[in-house]
């Protein structure tokens, strides 16, 4: 069971902008953890997008770029392009009383419309 | 390059064993925490299970405990997970990632994943 909410699906026309949030809480996000971001094409394995909240990996187009703030993180999209249609997760770590553990979020489709 | 490849998946019974390799190349293995994090079906991404870079320290979801066994040879350079009385709800792609540092808890590098069926 995901500690990370994410909308299920966000949508946009080419050229738009689209945003994906990511809820935590005290345990995770809220306790100054890092949130990062990674891409899933269909049939392929994840790809990391964002690193600590908001540092673009080498070859990562600047038009994705993420942010965080209190106890929520967020992806935003740029100039939305066909190839960005995919799956996206974020990603954090939890500490808590019963224990610690990496987190992942719901999963949010985006379709390039 | 980074390449980790994933191998040992397959259909097996519940409660039976089974037992995942992979096989790292294009970096040095032994620097680095390595871990498995596991996709079901249709379903979103849930990280399984950790080791630290001299096999000292393992970390596992709380799903999987006192189930599942990491290990990692680091002569090898390759990283194991060791399944034991596996459950239908077990049945997902696994995925070898790499850790991305010493101080960063993500991972920036990942195997194409092996599947592992679980079902009578």
């Known amino acids: 069971q995901s500690v990370l909410t994410q909308p299920p699906s966000v949508s946009g026309a080419p050229g738009q902008r689209v945003t994906i949030s990511c809820t935590g809480s005290?345990?995770?996000?809220?306790?100054?953890?890092?949130v990062h971001w990674y891409k899933q094409l269909p049939g392929a394995a994840p790809q990391l997008l964002i690193s600590?909240?908001?540092n673009r990996p080498s070859g990562v187009p600047d038009r994705f770029s993420g942010s965080k703030s209190g106890t929520s993180a967020s992806l935003a999209i740029t100039g939305l392009q066909a190839e960005d249609e995919a799956d996206y997760y974020c990603?954090?770590?939890?500490?808590?009383?019963?224990?610690?553990?990496?987190?992942f979020g719901t999963g949010t489709k985006v379709t390039v419309l | 390059e980074v390449q980790l490849v994933e191998s040992g998946g397959g259909l097996v019974q519940p409660g039976r064993s089974l037992r995942l390799s992979c096989a790292a190349s294009?970096?040095?293995?032994?620097?680095?925490?390595m871990h498995w994090v596991r996709q079901a079906p249709g379903k979103g991404l849930e990280w399984v299970s950790g080791?630290?870079?001299?096999?000292?320290?393992?970390h596992y979801a709380d799903s999987v405990k006192g189930r599942f066994t990491i290990s990692r040879d680091n002569a090898k350079n390759s990283l194991y997970l060791q399944m034991n009385s596996l459950r239908g709800e077990d049945t997902a792609l696994y995925y070898c990632?790499?850790?991305?540092?010493?101080?960063?808890?993500?991972?920036?590098?990942w195997g194409q994943g092996v599947l592992v069926t679980v079902s009578s």
């Open positions: 990632a790499k850790s991305a540092g010493t101080t960063t808890l993500n991972f920036d590098y």
């Open positions: 294009g970096f040095a293995f032994a620097d680095y925490s």
């Open positions: 080791i630290n870079w001299n096999g000292a320290k393992m």
């Open positions: 005290n345990s995770n996000i809220g306790a100054g953890y890092d």
């Open positions: 600590g909240n908001s």
């Open positions: 990603q954090s770590y939890d500490s808590s009383l019963s224990g610690s553990s990496y987190v």
